[in-house]
C-alpha cells in the first residue's frame, strides 16, 4: 500500500514529491542562504497546524514572526497554540530538543503531525573547526537516528535543513554533515536561488522517484508555484 503523503501546498513541489512528504522518513533540505528553506518548513508547519495537528519546531535560527504571521494571516493565534517551539543555543540543547520532540511523538498523547529541525547542522558547523570536532558529529548522529526512529515508528512526517558549503574543487555547494546525513535522510530536496523571486527544488534522492527539479517562488504571504505564464 502507498504511504500517505503530508502535502506541503506548494502545488510544484507537492507534484515533484508526489503528493508530498512522507511520513515515516526524514526529508532533508539543504541549499545556501536565501533559498527558503526557513519559508518551506514554516509553509508546512503552518498548514499542519492548521489542520489541528501539533507541529513540534527545533528552531535554532530565530523563526520571524513576522514571516510566520505573513503566512498564517489571521489565524497566527491560533497556529501558535499547536506550535511547541524550542530555540536551542547549542548542540548540547539542541540534542535535548529533539530527544524530547521525538519523546512526545513518540508517547502519542497528543497528535503530532509533523517534526521541524531547522537547521540542523548550524551548531554542528560551528564545531567543526575546533576540537570537539568528534563530539559534534557523533551529537548529530545520535539526533538523526532518533529522528529516524521516530518518523518509523510514530509515522511523523520529519523535516530538517542542512547547510552548504563551497567544493573549491568543481565550485559546486555540496550538503554539510557527510555520508551519514544523506543515508538518513531518504528524500532530499537541493534548494536553488533563481534571479528574483523565483527558487528551485531539485529531487537529488527519493526511494521510488526519479531526479526531477520544480520552480518556486517566494511571494509576500509565503511560497507559490512558479510565476504563471
Ligand atoms: P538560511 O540558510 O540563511 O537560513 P533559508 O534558505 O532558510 O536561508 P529563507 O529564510 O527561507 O532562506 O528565505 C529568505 C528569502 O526570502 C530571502 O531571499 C528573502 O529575500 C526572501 N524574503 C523574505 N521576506 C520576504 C518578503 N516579505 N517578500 C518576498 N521575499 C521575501
Ligand atoms: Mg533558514
Known sequence: MPEPRLPTGIPSIDRLLGGGLEADCVTEIYGEGGSGKTLFCLEVAVRVAREGHWV????????SVDRLRAIASDELERILRKFLLSTPKDLEEQTRAIATA???????KRPVGLIVVDSATFFYRLSLSGSDEDEAR?????EL???VVTALRA???????????RNLKDGTLEPLGGSFLN??????????RLPGPR???VLVKHRSLPEASAEFRITATGLDGPIPG
Open 145 to 147: 537516528a532518533d529522528l
Open 199 to 201: 527558487r528551485r527544488a
Open 155 to 165: 509515522h511523523v512526517p520529519v523535516l530538517i535543513t542542512n547547510q552548504v558549503w
Open 138 to 142: 557523533q551529537a548529530l548522529s545520535l
Open 56 to 63: 513540534l519546531y527545533v528552531d535554532t535560527e530565530g523563526v
Open 102 to 108: 521525538c519523546a512526545l511523538a513518540r508517547e502519542g
Open 183 to 192: 543515508h538518513a535522510a531518504k528524500t532530499i530536496l537541493k534548494f536553488e
